[in-house]
């Protein structure tokens, strides 16, 4: 059995009580650029979401990067409430991101390649809401950047599907309990959504 644990771990998602939260800490963004900016989204399970964007934007722009809970209409939302769907709140990746480095254009390219934005409210066996793909922008300019590039990645990456992303204004933001902070790389092996794997799709033009 115990040679059999990886696997299932991956296929598995373990559930934890910890009530531990916190607001975004705003001495973080002290040691950021002033021109420093935030992309938030939501494409599933977040352990897998921050994992991959770490992975590729780490020591490229990417300047911090934090799971949490977003879109919802409860203060203090834990994880378990959140997994209940009864909070609205989605399982979501706040990113700080130097735009001289890193554009917020490649984040949202990206974020379409490593997920499955045609199923709505599900990806992988994860079902719910607070599964749901989301992108909350932060600005006018946002806005306009995630509808253009969403467009796009319809017409060209999509086709066989519709896309379900909904792109609201970023409200408040949770941090997520500090156990589920880069849990893929605290727990190596741990489950992963199989709809979290980045397609190699052609440049959107």
């Given at each position: 059995?115990?040679?059999?644990?990886?696997f299932?771990?991956r296929?598995?998602?373990?559930?934890?009580?910890?009530t531990?939260?916190?607001?975004?800490?705003?001495?973080?963004?002290q040691?950021f650029?002033?021109?420093?900016?935030k992309?938030?989204v939501?494409?599933?399970?977040?352990w897998g979401?921050?994992?991959?964007?770490r992975?590729?934007?780490d020591?490229?722009?990417?300047l911090?990067?934090?799971?949490g809970?977003?879109?919802?209409d409860?203060?203090?939302?834990?994880?378990?409430?959140?997994?209940?769907?009864?909070?609205?709140?989605?399982?979501?990746?706040q990113?700080t991101?130097?735009?001289?480095?890193?554009?917020?254009?490649?984040l949202?390219?990206?974020?379409?390649?490593?997920?499955?934005?045609?199923t709505?409210?599900?990806?992988?066996?994860?079902?719910?809401?607070?599964?749901?793909?989301a992108i909350f922008?932060h600005?006018e300019?946002q806005?306009?950047?995630?509808?253009?590039?969403?467009?796009?990645?319809?017409?060209q990456?999509?086709k066989?599907?519709?896309?379900?992303?909904?792109?609201?204004p970023?409200?408040e933001?949770?941090d997520?309990?500090t156990?589920?902070?880069?849990?893929?790389?605290?727990?190596?092996?741990?489950?992963?959504?199989?709809?979290?794997?980045?397609?190699s799709?052609?440049?959107?033009?």
């Amino acid at each position: 059995m115990a040679s059999t644990m990886p696997f299932l771990n991956r296929l598995l998602r373990p559930f934890t009580t910890s009530t531990h939260l916190s607001l975004n800490p705003e001495a973080a963004a002290q040691n950021f650029p002033p021109n420093a900016q935030k992309c938030t989204v939501a494409a599933g399970c977040f352990w897998g979401v921050e994992h991959l964007f770490r992975k590729h934007f780490d020591g490229k722009g990417l300047l911090d990067a934090r799971v949490g809970y977003i879109g919802g209409d409860s203060k203090n939302p834990s994880y378990r409430a959140v997994c209940s769907g009864r909070t609205g709140h989605a399982e979501s990746l706040q990113m700080t991101f130097d735009p001289a480095k890193l554009s917020y254009g490649t984040l949202l390219q990206f974020f379409y390649k490593m997920h499955d934005p045609t199923t709505k409210n599900r990806q992988g066996m994860d079902s719910g809401t607070q599964y749901r793909s989301a992108i909350f922008y932060h600005n006018e300019e946002q806005e306009k950047e995630a509808r253009d590039i969403t467009e796009k990645a319809q017409k060209q990456w999509w086709k066989s599907g519709t896309i379900s992303t909904e792109i609201l204004p970023a409200g408040e933001w949770w941090d997520a309990e500090t156990y589920h902070q880069l849990y893929l790389e605290n727990n190596p092996g741990g489950y992963e959504c199989p709809a979290h794997y980045v397609r190699s799709f052609p440049p959107l033009s």
